[in-house]
């Protein structure tokens, strides 16, 4: 193959790879918004809490970060459920309007306790496999971009069978559908929803856990990834998974097929601009559709 | 006279202090201890290079004062806290300035020194810049405003002088938009222009940017003799990392300072920081009279750790000052300037004298050193006075 053909694959299966890391923190925020009407503000600054779960693990017990996934996923579940329980049940009627100053409250103040704890110096870890690849077909590949995007897979596949193949799952779906109604048939919605907010955070942290061996952390990483995860769920409507997956590949095959071929100077520009195209062709988003509230 | 005396005032008790001063002067001129004003960032994002700085501060004031200090005074350091920010920097200029000092010594960030420098400048107080590197504080610069450590050009020279000593013909510039960065690219682009050399590919990314992977394709595609780089501490970890997987290979990599030179690069980057080729302010292994020694002093003065050269800016930041009030008598400020100007001190930092070249205005024209990590360690490798060992090309 010519060195050109060579590299446009290289930056397609690249894109694809961080597009799939995209998709995985998409999938955490539009999860909650589906069941909730939350849109969750802080969901970057639980992918930071993520990153230095990991890095802390890492520093201390010299524990690899994809081994600390068992630790990180379960605290990340378990911070979610509290929010929820004690922050944003508490909101009550007005949990959709309010939760919006609510949720960017709470990612101020993760930031900042991440900023109090480990200070503002970006911190990275060395791994033996940080730097490690394997060539398909002359294209080369990251180990850690390549082991984010199985875990992306492994993290949807995995929610698929919980929301269509368990009780509690039709529960969730029966609660995004019509609270009342899910109430009414003897859901505990409050219950359902501390569950879904609590694998929403999981997401965000296992991606952040992810990210760690192939990036730095630092307490305000967050910000950058709230961003995309907005762009990402809105791209494929909000509230919808599988929109949510293909939203994130497409914004990571966009913003690397743009930063190859045009300019990187304006490398979120690309992303942003598809983002706008498709609130004004189609505001519900590429995958969403318009649904009438009562 | 006023300048002389060792007590810091302030405006409403000045006419009572001039008063007594008078009466004083004769016996705080045997006692008393000349003052210098310096500022650091003491707390802050960048008090990791003010404890540099204080290391550097110490052991020159311990050294002075050893031998005398100055005309048997003894010298003293009046250091104020910028807290990392460009107003608090300021009002400690003030405080400096209504303290009478003959000098004020500055700091690390280009953005803080920047506005405190010109700020002395108009109070006629001479600034003595150590540490920071934007082009624009001494070009244009102003008379009262002094620098004793390379510019951001120079970061950029060293690098293109190894290129063109090593017959390269093309490079690829992947730089931040900081403004140190942008000042280093800048210089970067003038000298490929000057040695003949063609920059193949011209990219710069947004601070907070991850994936640098698909400019590294387009780089790799191109096969550059040299990948030049200018980033801070975070990024640089991040592209060295990328670049080896992306499998980009030329026959050198080339960082302009900032991130590539801390220890962190090579802790946190490990083999993906191997064969790197860094600009840097200075070295212990530099052949200047008394080198080894202020590297045994700072480490002493650190507590044990390595001092960065940011130590050793200051250290030589306050020789050069106790030199100007020597020679000028007095921490009169126009005498002051006057002797900075015809400044001719070796010190272990380097050599230091403040010229107008180039569109700098006193500036010290002194040459950065390049090193490389070999076998996990940064090792010099040009010019000839740092004892250099011989370079490692990737391929």
Request: charged content about 20%; glycine content about 10%.
């Given at each position: 193959m010519d060195p050109n053909t060579l590299a446009l694959f290289q930056t397609l299966a690249q894109g694809l790879l961080t597009g799939g890391i995209y998709a995985l923190i998409g999938t955490g925020l539009s999860l909650i918004f589906g069941v909730m009407?939350?849109?969750?503000?802080a969901h970057g600054d639980f992918l930071a809490v993520g990153m230095f779960i990991a890095l802390f693990l890492f520093q201390r017990?010299?524990?690899?970060p994809y081994l600390s996934l068992l630790i990180a996923a379960p605290l990340g579940f378990g911070l979610g459920y509290l929010v929820q329980r004690f922050?944003?049940?508490?909101?009550?009627?007005r949990l959709e309007s309010s939760s919006l100053l609510a949720t960017l409250g709470l990612g101020l103040i993760l930031s900042n306790g991440l900023l109090l704890g480990f200070g503002a110096q970006p911190q990275s870890i060395n791994v033996a496999y940080a730097t490690q690849t394997f060539k398909l077909g002359g294209v080369q590949i990251s180990l850690p971009l390549l082991v984010a995007g199985l875990g992306t897979l492994l993290a949807i596949g995995l929610l698929n069978l919980f929301l269509y193949r368990t009780e509690l799952g039709r529960a969730v779906r029966a609660t995004a559908q019509n609270p009342l109604g899910a109430e009414l048939q003897g859901v505990n919605t409050t219950w359902v929803q501390a569950v879904v907010f609590g694998l929403g955070v999981a997401f965000a942290v296992v991606a952040g856990v992810l990210l760690l061996p192939l990036l730095y952390a630092f307490p305000t990483v967050g910000e950058n990834y709230t961003l995309k995860a907005f762009v990402v769920t809105v791209l494929g409507g909000l509230g919808n998974l599988p929109g949510a997956i293909v939203g994130g590949l497409i914004l990571g095959i966009i913003e690397s097929l743009g930063a190859y071929?045009?300019?990187?100077?304006?490398r979120d520009a690309y992303g942003l601009v598809v983002f706008l195209a498709v609130l004004l062709l189609r505001p519900e988003g590429l995958f969403g559709r318009t649904v009438k509230r009562v | 006279m006023k300048n002389t005396f060792p007590v810091r005032f302030r405006l409403p008790q000045a006419l009572c202090t001039l008063a007594l001063s008078s009466l004083l002067l004769g016996a705080a001129q045997a006692q008393g201890t000349v003052k210098i004003g310096a500022i650091t960032s003491?707390?802050?994002?960048f008090a990791e290079f003010g404890k540099q700085q204080m290391a550097g501060f110490k052991v020159a004031v311990d050294e002075i004062n050893r031998k005398g200090g100055i005309n048997g005074q003894k010298v003293e350091l009046q250091v104020e806290d910028n807290a990392s920010d460009v107003n608090k920097g300021l009002a400690a200029a003030e405080k400096l300035v209504n303290a009478g000092v003959g000098l004020v010594i500055c700091e690390y960030s280009s953005s803080l020194v920047k506005a405190q420098a010109q700020y002395l400048a108009r109070q006629k107080v001479p600034a003595l810049v150590t540490t920071?590197?934007?082009?624009?504080i001494t070009n244009?610069?102003?008379?009262?405003i002094f620098r004793l450590n390379q510019p951001a050009t120079e970061y950029a020279r060293v690098l293109f002088n190894i290129f063109r000593d090593n017959k390269f013909k093309t490079v690829a510039m992947f730089t931040g938009t900081g403004a140190f960065e942008k000042s280093v690219a800048d210089a970067a682009r003038g000298f490929a222009k000057q040695y003949g050399i063609t920059i193949v590919e011209d990219q710069s990314y947004d601070k907070?940017?991850?994936?640098?992977r698909p400019v590294l394709n387009r780089i790799k595609a191109k096969n550059p003799d040299a990948l030049f780089m200018v980033s801070y501490a975070e990024d640089s970890v991040a592209l060295m990392r990328q670049a080896r997987e992306v499998g980009v290979k030329p026959k050198l990599f080339a960082g302009g300072a900032a991130?590539?030179?801390?220890?962190d690069f090579i802790k946190d980057g490990g083999?993906?920081?191997?064969n790197v080729l860094v600009a840097t302010a200075?070295?212990?292994?530099?052949?200047?009279?008394g080198t080894q020694k202020l590297n045994v002093d700072l480490i002493k003065a650190l507590g044990g750790s390595d001092p960065s050269y940011h130590a050793a800016q200051a250290y030589a930041g306050v020789l050069v000052a106790a030199d100007a009030i020597r020679r000028a008598g007095s921490s009169d400020r126009e005498k002051v300037k006057a002797a900075l100007n015809t400044t001719n001190l070796q010190t272990a930092f380097g050599p230091i004298v403040f010229k107008d070249f180039e569109g700098f205005k006193?500036?010290?024209?002194i040459a950065m050193v390049a090193e490389q990590v070999q076998s996990g360690k940064f090792v010099p490798v040009y010019p000839k006075t740092a004892s250099p060992l011989k370079i490692k090309f990737e391929r």
């Open positions: 009407r939350v849109i969750n503000f017990f010299h524990l690899d922050l944003l049940a508490r909101l009550g009627d071929y045009l300019s990187n100077n304006y | 003491l707390t802050g994002r920071s590197s934007g082009d624009d244009p610069g102003s008379d009262y907070g940017l991850t994936d640098f991130g590539f030179a801390l220890p083999s993906a920081s191997e200075w070295i212990k292994e530099l052949r200047y009279p006193n500036q010290n024209p």
